[in-house]
């Protein structure tokens, strides 16, 4: 934990029963490795107090990061949006009270790197992360099918990627030439075995960091972006918003496996 003064900025991660989150360890570390004068806390809000809070925090934080249940909610609080969190509709990176979408950012530089020209991507959820994936993978060329407990919210998605120039729609099933399958709902069980195929796996879900995804796809043989590595690429990111520096992918990925965070 970095040392607290009266110049020390706060910023913090906000979401609902997330005691899991790895991303003060990711984000004091960076601080500390940057010289930057900075604490990131995390913020374990029930819904009934996010109205409330959210308007303190806007108030108090430098900037703040933001998970399930609260990509969208947060957005009518907010000063403005950049283009790429206008385009998701959801928000998970904010700095003096301007919403970005670093999940976006982190996807498409993550795919476009481990494979060339995707052309048909499966994509398990519609919510905030989900929406970031789908959007992200549209606008790499991708032909989006959106599967989700609730189709409305598939249709609705599928809906906004076509308004923004993109191809998508809402399916029950998995393609027979599927490139990439994602999983962005928080239980990757759900995504049954004839669908693990394709060339590429990505998981949101990064803890276990090996999910029943990610071990089903490297059986078959295809390449995976794991949700740590998602996790740590959105949060370099946010700090390159919040500060204009950052560290590397593999800087952070080597601390966090010294200091046993991931299993």
């Known amino acids: 934990m970095p040392q607290i003064g009266y110049t020390t900025k706060l910023l913090g991660v906000l979401g609902e029963n997330i005691s899991y989150t790895l991303s003060p360890a990711i984000h004091n570390y960076a601080f500390e490795r940057l010289s930057i004068d900075a604490v990131y806390l995390a913020f374990d809000l029930k819904r009934e107090k996010f109205s409330e809070t959210i308007r303190g925090l806007l108030n108090l934080a430098y900037g703040f990061n933001v998970t399930i249940p609260y990509k969208e909610d947060v957005i009518p609080y907010l000063s403005g949006l950049s283009e790429e969190a206008r385009r998701v509709g959801a928000v998970n990176t904010v700095k003096e009270g301007f919403g970005h979408?670093?999940?976006?950012?982190?996807?498409?530089?993550?795919?476009?790197?481990?494979?060339?020209?995707?052309?048909?991507?499966?994509?398990?959820?519609?919510?905030?992360?989900?929406?970031?994936?789908?959007?992200?993978?549209?606008?790499?060329?991708c032909e989006v099918l959106i599967i989700n407990r609730t189709r409305e919210k598939a249709l609705e998605l599928a809906t906004r990627i076509v308004e923004l120039g993109g191809r998508a729609k809402v399916s029950e099933s998995c393609p027979e030439d599927q490139d990439v399958v994602v999983n962005s709902t928080p239980n990757p069980d759900v995504i049954p075995d004839h669908c693990v195929k394709g060339r590429l796996a990505l998981d949101m879900v990064y803890k276990p960091l090996r999910t029943s995804l990610t071990v089903r796809a490297e059986s078959k043989g295809m390449r995976v972006i794991n949700g740590l590595q998602v996790l740590v690429r959105q949060a370099l990111e946010a700090d390159r918003i919040w500060f204009g520096k950052s560290l590397s992918d593999e800087e952070v990925l080597e601390y966090l496996s010294a200091r046993q965070l991931v299993r």
């Open 101 to 141: 979408n670093t999940d976006y950012l982190a996807v498409k530089q993550l795919v476009s790197a481990a494979v060339e020209g995707p052309r048909v991507c499966t994509v398990f959820g519609a919510g905030g992360a989900g929406k970031a994936v789908a959007v992200a993978l549209a606008d790499l060329g």
